[in-house]
């Protein structure tokens, strides 16, 4: 019965892919896989986004396993009080690499996804800075993914710079049979960071950096696949995005500064730690609002009619959306064109921080996609909604209730 499942899901993708994709993602793993993403019955694609799930914190003590244990916890709570949920999205430090041992650093995959499995979810991962360590490879990462069909996740980029978890998903209406336009495209990109696995500076002994944001090459893949997409389908297509570390127009929106009612969402992290955040490459030790690294991101990500929202993770203490208009930033290298730049929510108990944990929810519906709008908000564990918006036109003047800026009650996390 599952096997039957597995082979017929494998035609329908055959069958609605792009012949392009199709070559890059059968080489890639000769594993079966999920039926593609679809909308449901009723006209809505749901996902919940967890992110800075830090799994594996002090694993030589009781504290840190007991977080892991809070962060499966956290997962299944959203999860349950979000059964429409169609993709779970893991958006970056799934692991804090700098405290896993080298034998068995990916193994704390096997607890993140355990909650989906249960529930038959399938997910798709960005990759954050904490996934790459000395004892811990983002390859790795993925091939223990990888042994369950339902990792949606892939690696479409090759060149040696590009990171891994570069790729993307599209959704088809619920009723596509075969030879169907996506209604919808899902991007991920890796903004790397780190350290490099198993590799120390010869000289000092220390670990080596990994770049923090988006490679060129990933930027060169997205502008000629997402053009390839477009001829396809004769028409631009409606796509969201994500990404593990927010780009350095997050911090120039901040800085310009928030609207309570307006961007609602906690603003603890002042200032947005951004893509290109580290040593510019000559040397000069300024952040990436002066290097600007991550420009022709951006560059690429505003000249793509249809994207309607970046989301991040990385700011623990940020969970607001911004809508990049072109007239918002007159100063920026890069003028906006509408994006709306969002942050979720802290889902693990691991990582810095303890506000209340949760997960952005983000509900796309086939009848406000001629508008090019989105409905999101936050679902916490306490079982709350907060911060329900709906990214359209307006959104930046729209009024909505502020959100709270709660904490995790409990006295060990
Ligand atoms: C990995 O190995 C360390 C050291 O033996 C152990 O403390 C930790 O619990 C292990 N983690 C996993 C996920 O197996
Ligand atoms: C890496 O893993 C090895 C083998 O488990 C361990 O001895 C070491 O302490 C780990 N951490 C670092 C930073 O090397
Ligand atoms: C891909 O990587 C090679 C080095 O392996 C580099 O020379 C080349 O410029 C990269 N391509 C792009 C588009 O960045
Ligand atoms: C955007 O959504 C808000 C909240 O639903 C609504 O009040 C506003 O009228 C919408 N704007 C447009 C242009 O549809």
Not at 207 to 233: E, H, I, K, M
Not at 251 to 263: E, S, W
Not at 296 to 313: D, H, I, N, Q, Y
Not at 370 to 392: H, K, P, Q
């Amino acid at each position: 019965m599952v096997m039957m499942f597995v082979v017929f899901s494998g035609l329908l993708l055959l069958a609605a892919l792009p012949t392009r994709q199709l070559e890059q993602t059968s080489s890639d793993s000769g594993q079966a896989k999920p039926a593609p993403l679809a909308f449901d019955a009723d006209g809505t694609f749901h996902i919940s986004i967890f992110e800075d799930l830090h799994f594996g914190e002090n694993a030589w003590d009781a504290w840190g396993p007991q977080q892991d244990v809070n962060s499966v916890k956290v997962i299944g709570q959203v999860l349950d009080a979000e059964p429409q949920t169609g993709l779970v999205v893991l958006n970056g430090d799934l692991i804090t690499g700098e405290n896993t041992f080298r034998q068995n650093s990916t193994h704390y995959i096997d607890q993140i996804v355990q909650p989906m499995l249960h529930r038959g979810l399938t997910w798709a991962s960005a990759y954050g800075n904490h996934d790459s360590d000395y004892n811990l490879s983002r390859s790795h990462l993925l091939e223990r993914e990888r042994r369950w069909p339902s990792s949606r996740t892939e690696r479409m980029v090759h060149n040696d710079t590009a990171g891994v978890s570069n790729y993307y998903l599209p959704v088809y209406a619920a009723d596509c049979q075969s030879d169907c336009t996506p209604e919808l495209l899902l991007w991920f990109f890796d903004s790397r960071g780190g350290f490099l696995y198993q590799q120390r500076d010869p000289a000092t002994g220390d670990r080596v950096g990994q770049p923090d944001w988006v490679d060129a090459s990933v930027v060169g893949w997205f502008r000629q696949t997402n053009q390839q997409l477009v001829d396809g389908a004769g028409k631009a297509i409606p796509a969201l995005a994500f990404v593990h570390i927010p780009t350095s127009a997050s911090l120039a929106l901040q800085k310009k500064g928030l609207d309570a009612h307006r961007q609602p969402g906690i603003n603890d992290d002042v200032p947005v730690a951004q893509q290109g955040d580290g040593p510019c490459p000559d040397g000069t030790a300024a952040g990436g609002a002066t290097c600007e690294q991550d420009v022709p991101f951006l560059e690429a990500l505003t000249s793509t009619p249809g994207l309607m929202a970046l989301f991040s993770g990385h700011d623990h203490g940020d969970t607001w959306c911004y809508r990049w208009d072109k007239a918002t930033l007159p100063d920026f290298p890069v003028a906006g064109n509408g994006l709306n730049l969002c942050f979720g929510q802290h889902s693990g108990y691991g990582g810095y921080g303890s506000w209340i944990r949760g997960a952005r929810q983000v509900v796309v519906s086939l009848d406000r996609l001629a508008d090019l709008a989105v409905d999101t908000y936050i679902r916490l564990e306490s079982g709350d909604v907060v911060g329900a918006v709906t990214l359209n036109a307006t959104y930046g003047q729209d009024v909505y209730p502020a959100t709270p800026n709660d904490k995790t009650k409990c006295p060990t996390c």
